[in-house]
C-alpha cells in the first residue's frame, strides 16, 4: 500500500485553503494556485467542516465507518476526483477526521503528480476557526475584492440560476503571485500566471470563468455599471468595511429612505444569522441525543 500520510516535505496536508465572498474572485485564485507544479488545489468539495458540523468546535472526532460514508457519498465529494478505492485507503491509515482528510488530499495531490493539495471553497471563510483547529498548519489565503463589483457579479451569475486583493491579483499578477508564494512557502512559478495557457475559449455570450480567462481588468466597474441608488445602499450597509479594506466611498450622505431601507437589510441578515444558529443548535442537540 502506498504511504498516504498527510505529512510531506514541506507540510501537512491540506496544505491551503483559499476563501472569500462568492464572486470575488475564487475561481481565478484556484486556478493559478493549482497551476503551480507542486500544489494541486481542488474546487469547492465544501464538505470538510459540513460533515462534522455537529462536532464541538476544537474536537477531532474519532473516525468511523459511519463518517467516512458521509464523505463519500457527500454531493460534492466527487469534486475530488477521488474513486472508492482512494477513500478506503485513505481511510485505512487514519484514526482521525483530520487524518483522513489530510490522507485524501495528500491522495489527491498524488493524482495529480504533486506533493501538495488544497482546498478552494469560499464558504469556508466562515469556518476557519473549526479548520484551523483541525489542521494549524494549513495555510489560509483570503481574497477580498470591492463589494461593489461583488455585488454586480452575484446580479450578473444569479440569471443563471444561481442565486489577497483582487484588483492586485489582476493588475499585478507576476508580483502578486510571487508575494502568494512565498507566503505559502513555495518556490515562485511563472506557470501560476499561465494557468489560461491552452484554455481559453473565444467565443461570444462566455463567461470570463467559462472562457478560462486570463486576468483581465475592467470586467466589471461599479462606477459606471452600478445604479447610484445601489451604491447608496451597499455603501450604507458597508462602506465602513470599504473604508477599511482601502476602498474608496463615492457616497457622501445617505438619504432618510435607503437609511431605512439598509435597516431593514440588517434586521433580516441579523435574523437570517439567529435562524442558522437556531437550526444548528437544535441539529448538534438532537445528534447528542
Not at 56 to 80: A, H, M, S
Not at 260 to 271: I, K, Q
Request: glycine content about 8%; overall charge negative; aromatic content about 8%.
Amino acid at each position: 500500500m502506498p504511504d498516504l500520510t498527510p505529512t510531506t516535505s514541506t507540510g501537512p496536508n491540506p496544505y491551503v485553503f483559499a476563501v472569500g465572498c462568492p464572486r470575488s474572485g475564487t475561481t481565478l485564485l484556484q486556478r493559478m494556485l493549482d497551476n503551480h507544479p507542486m500544489l494541486a488545489v481542488a474546487n469547492d468539495s465544501h464538505f470538510i467542516p459540513r460533515a462534522i458540523e455537529d462536532v464541538p468546535l476544537g474536537v477531532d472526532p474519532e473516525l468511523t465507518p459511519e463518517l467516512v460514508e458521509w464523505v463519500r457519498t457527500y454531493r460534492r465529494f466527487y469534486r475530488l476526483g477521488l474513486d472508492d478505492d482512494a477513500v478506503r485507503e485513505a481511510a485505512s491509515v487514519s484514526s482521525s477526521y483530520a487524518g483522513f482528510v489530510g490522507a485524501l488530499y495528500s491522495i489527491y495531490a498524488r493524482v495529480h503528480g504533486k506533493e501538495l493539495g488544497g482546498e478552494k471553497t469560499p464558504d469556508y471563510v466562515r469556518h476557519l476557526p473549526r479548520l484551523h483547529a483541525l489542521f494549524p498548519d494549513a495555510r489560509t489565503i483570503h481574497i477580498i475584492r470591492d463589494g461593489r463589483e461583488v455585488a454586480l457579479s452575484v446580479l450578473e451569475w444569479a440569471h443563471d440560476g444561481k442565486g489577497p486583493s483582487y484588483e492586485e491579483l489582476v493588475d499585478h499578477p507576476e508580483t502578486t503571485l510571487a508575494d502568494l508564494a512565498e507566503f505559502l512557502g513555495l518556490p515562485n512559478s511563472p506557470e501560476m500566471a499561465n494557468f489560461h495557457a491552452g484554455r481559453t475559449i473565444r467565443r461570444p455570450g462566455l463567461s470570463a470563468k467559462k472562457a478560462w480567462l486570463p486576468p483581465t481588468a475592467g470586467l466589471r466597474n461599479w462606477h459606471v455599471d452600478m445604479p447610484a441608488r445601489d451604491r447608496e445602499l451597499f455603501e450604507a450597509l458597508a462602506g465602513d468595511l470599504l473604508s477599511e479594506l482601502g476602498y474608496e466611498r463615492s457616497v457622501d450622505h445617505v438619504s432618510a429612505e435607503v437609511a431605512v431601507l439598509a435597516e431593514r437589510c440588517r434586521r433580516w441578515w441579523d435574523g437570517d444569522r439567529a435562524r442558522r444558529a437556531d437550526r444548528w443548535a437544535s441539529a448538534s442537540g438532537a445528534a447528542g441525543t
